[in-house]
Structure formats: structure tokens, C-alpha cells
């Protein structure tokens, strides 16, 4: 069957009023790696029951969590391009490949908190719409990731703890910064982690607080290392020609509820990392949050190659998305 008639019939299966008996008119699949505890979940959820609620039962949405539909974030957002999906949860590292404007969020060292990277956002967003437009998608929300770290079997707070060390990175970039900070980086999507964790592939991920111990990292690892790498999106993206077969009323309780949901989430991850810390360090997980600044400085260092060649790639939008996060954090 070509991608035509899989997207005819994954449409028609999709907004069709359902055969068996239910109120809902449409039943739609939202597809996450993620794990129903995390921010990611969260968020989904929620969107889930408000849409459910603001159009009267007419839309109803089933998440599924950990790559269980059998989607990794580059499928999906192939996937929800030709309507083969609805609408999709979305981790933006992995598509790179597909535009540079999607590893902004995730330049090495650029934002420092939540508040800088709401600021970064707001700064991408009118290129994040217009480049899923160009795919045939809508933007609904996005979705913040607390700071990067490194999750391992051993504190890592040097340039020599972190030598040859086999980390997980989540795109390109990572792998350069790491690469050139001396370690043996390799990028993996984020179902494929705990697989290679448990035979030895690798001994060392790159990913959040949030990330790692809501996916039981702690069963495998002893530490985590407050490095704030970066705090890269997810996005909930939709079909355009789904979103287009909806009613305008319907459209607006979708808008809406996403609204809110996004309002939500990035409120709620700004006390997430206490959080975290505090139910990591209750599971027997090392919390290493003193780096050396000098060590900081030298992981720094070695982003700056990464970070030049991202905005070589990524041209005038790349370079204007920059410019207006800058002038919106003040410098």
C-alpha cells in the first residue's frame, strides 16, 4: 500500500464516527516514548481529559507510553506527516536530520533553566510552526525537559572521569561536545537505552533528572551529574488534514486545552528537579549537583565547535532565533 492510501485509511479510521457504541465521534492514538510518570506524561494526560471535556466526549485520545505502539520519535513525526498518526508526542532531539531548527533547544549550555529555555521557545516557535506546516503537521504544545545530565556507575565531575567513558548522547551535537571532551559518545534514541545499558553498550547517558528516573534508571545506575547540558522540547504535533476535518468549534476546544496543558507543564516542570532530587536521593541515587566550575568550563569549551556548526547549518533563522532569545534573557 503507498503512503496515499495509508493516510486515507489511517484518516478515515480516525475521524470516522465509531461502529461499536461510544459517544465519541473521533478516537485518536497519541504515542509518547516517554513514561506516564514523566513530565511528558503528565502533560499528555491532561491534554487528553480536557480535550475529552471541551468537546463533549466528541474527541476522546489514548495515550500510550514507552514506545509502546512500536513509534521512536522520528517515525512519528514521519508518521503524523502522511496521517498514518493522528498526532504524536514528539522528543525533538532525534530530528535534526529532518531540519536543524529542531536541535535549538538543545544547543550545549545555552539555557540555564526553565525560564531561559520558555524564553528560547518563544523565541523558535513562529520557525517550529512554520517548518511543521511545510510537513503538513500543526503545532499543539510543547513540552520542557529539565536540564540535561549524566546518569552513571561513578561520580563524573573531570575531564578524566569522563575519558573514554561510553555515554549516550540524544543527537549530534551531544556526540561532538562529548567527543571532544574526550569521552566515547554514541547517539541512541531513548527506547534503545536501557537495552544497551543492561549488555554493556553503554555505561553512561546523557538525559534529565526527570528523564532517567521516571524510566527506573535507578535500577542501573548509581549517579546522576548536575552538569545543565541543556533543556530540550518535546512537541505534540497533529495531522494538518485531521486538524482541517475538524469543526471550527471542535478546533477551538483543541487549541484550548492545549493552551492550558502547555501553561501547565511549564509551571509544573519549574519545581520538578527538587522533586526529582528528592525521590532520587530516596532511592538510593548519588545526586552530584557541586560541580567544579572549571570542569563546567571545559565541557563548555568543548560545545563551542558543536554550537558554531549548528548555526552555520541552521542560516538566518538559526541565527535569528538566537538573536531574539539573547534579547529577550537580556544578553
Not at 258 to 267: F, H, K, P
Not at 320 to 325: C, G, R, S, T
Amino acid at each position: 500500500m503507498n503512503w496515499r492510501l495509508m493516510k486515507t485509511a489511517a484518516l478515515a479510521a480516525a475521524l470516522a464516527v465509531c461502529a461499536v457504541p461510544s459517544q465519541a465521534e473521533m478516537q485518536w492514538d497519541l504515542p509518547t516514548e516517554q513514561a506516564q510518570t514523566s513530565l511528558t506524561g503528565i502533560a499528555d494526560l491532561a491534554f487528553a481529559e480536557a480535550v475529552k471535556a471541551k468537546t463533549g466526549g466528541a474527541i476522546e485520545i489514548t495515550v500510550h507510553f514507552g514506545g509502546s505502539l512500536g513509534y521512536k520519535t522520528k517515525d512519528q513525526y514521519d508518521a503524523v506527516s502522511s496521517g498514518a498518526l493522528i498526532l504524536a508526542d514528539s522528543y525533538t532531539g532525534p530530528l535534526v536530520g529532518l531540519s536543524p531548527i529542531w536541535q535549538v533547544s538543545a544547543l550545549p549550555f545555552l539555557t540555564s533553566s526553565i525560564a531561559d529555555a520558555k524564553l528560547l521557545y518563544e523565541a523558535a516557535k513562529p520557525v517550529y510552526e512554520a517548518t511543521l506546516a511545510a510537513d503538513n503537521m500543526v503545532l499543539l504544545y510543547t513540552i520542557p525537559w529539565t536540564a540535561s545530565g549524566i546518569w552513571a556507575k561513578k561520580e563524573v565531575s573531570s575531564l578524566e572521569a569522563l575519558k573514554g567513558l561510553k555515554i549516550r548522547t540524544y543527537d549530534p551535537l551531544g556526540q561532538m561536545t562529548f567527543e571532544a571532551a574526550g569521552a566515547a559518545p554514541i547517539t541512541l534514541s531513548f527506547t534503545d537505552v536501557v537495552p544497551q545499558l543492561t549488555t554493556g553498550g553503554i555505561e553512561a547517558v546523557l538525559t534529565s533528572a526527570e528523564g532517567g528516573f521516571h524510566n527506573k534508571f535507578a535500577d542501573l545506575l548509581s549517579h546522576y551529574n548536575e552538569i545543565n547540558y541543556a533543556s530540550p522540547l518535546s512537541i505534540v504535533h497533529i495531522n494538518k488534514d485531521a486538524w482541517d476535518a475538524l469543526t471550527p468549534e471542535q478546533q477551538a476546544a483543541v487549541r484550548e486545552a492545549a493552551a492550558e496543558t502547555e501553561a501547565m507543564i511549564w509551571e509544573r516542570a519549574v519545581s520538578r528537579e527538587a522533586e526529582n532530587y528528592a525521590a532520587m536521593r530516596a532511592a538510593g541515587v548519588t545526586v552530584v549537583d557541586n560541580m567544579p566550575p572549571e570542569f563546567l568550563q571545559a565541557l563548555s569549551a568543548a560545545g563551542a565547535q558543536a554550537t558554531a556548526e549548528w548555526e552555520a547549518k541552521a542560516g538566518e533563522a538559526g541565527s535569528k532565533i538566537l538573536a531574539d532569545y539573547r534579547a529577550k534573557r537580556g544578553h
